[in-house]
């Protein structure tokens, strides 16, 4: 595997369901971000995670709770969502250095959910 | 506070034909800018980025954007579209460039044949 890998590709799930998201990523980076995707909508960012600390959650609602067990795994795990979270999540991971200004954020292909 | 706005959320141009996808840009500080492409199914892939070198900045698969601080825009351009160029493409931009992306609403790019 290369890159930043997604599973599942596509989830359905009713809204009393509990799910989880996995991404995982081979780059050596230790930098990890959850993205929401909807249609005519900005990217979102979720949450950050900086060498497996939470640095980021952009007011999210607490039925999505994110997980970095360490620097190359992301999860995000969804219990009693809303037809509203349907939308393709994204996972993205980045090299944080002190020689560079930027570093690019590579997004694995995401995961298609719907909620039911 | 920083934004992005795309104008045009689909643009159609004919194979050969000049591709212009516009991004204008709000930062309180100089900002750095993205350009990103996703293909259907498939996640985000950087095309370029401005990071305050060179305003006129190159990037892959024939594509080039100019950083223009009067207009605080960021252009994309390509001189002449290709079928492969078909997807959706996000302009963005950080303050921090680091961890802070903010992404416009994308503009979707058909190519006629």
């Known amino acids: 595997e290369t890159g930043v890998t997604q599973t599942p590709r596509h989830l359905v799930m009713g809204m009393t369901n509990k799910k989880s998201l996995k991404c995982e990523q081979h780059l050596g980076h230790n930098a990890m971000y959850w993205y929401k995707q909807s249609a005519k909508k900005p990217l979102e960012l979720m949450f950050v995670y900086n060498f497996k600390e939470q640095t980021e959650n952009n007011s999210v609602p607490s039925r999505f709770s994110p997980e970095c067990p360490n620097s190359s795994h992301l999860f995000l795990h969804l219990h009693t969502l809303q037809p509203e979270d349907s939308a393709l999540y994204l996972c993205a991971s980045s090299h944080l250095g002190l020689a560079e200004p930027y570093n690019e954020q590579f997004f694995g292909p995401g995961t298609r959910l719907t909620v039911l | 506070a920083q934004s992005v706005t795309q104008l045009g959320s689909h643009v159609s141009v004919s194979e050969g034909a000049l591709v212009l996808l516009r991004c204008n840009y709000s930062?309180?500080?100089?900002?750095?800018l993205f350009w990103y492409v996703q293909y259907p199914n498939q996640g985000l892939q950087l095309l370029l980025k401005?990071?305050?070198?060179?305003?006129l900045v190159k990037g892959i698969n024939g594509f080039e954007a100019e950083f223009k601080k009067s207009e605080t825009s960021f252009h994309l351009t390509k001189p002449s579209a290709h079928m492969s160029d078909a997807a959706e493409y996000f302009c963005a931009v950080s303050e921090d460039g680091a961890n802070n992306l903010f992404f416009g609403t994308g503009t979707r790019l058909t190519v006629i044949p």
């Open positions: 930062s309180s500080v100089p900002p750095y």
């Open positions: 401005y990071t305050s070198a060179a305003t």
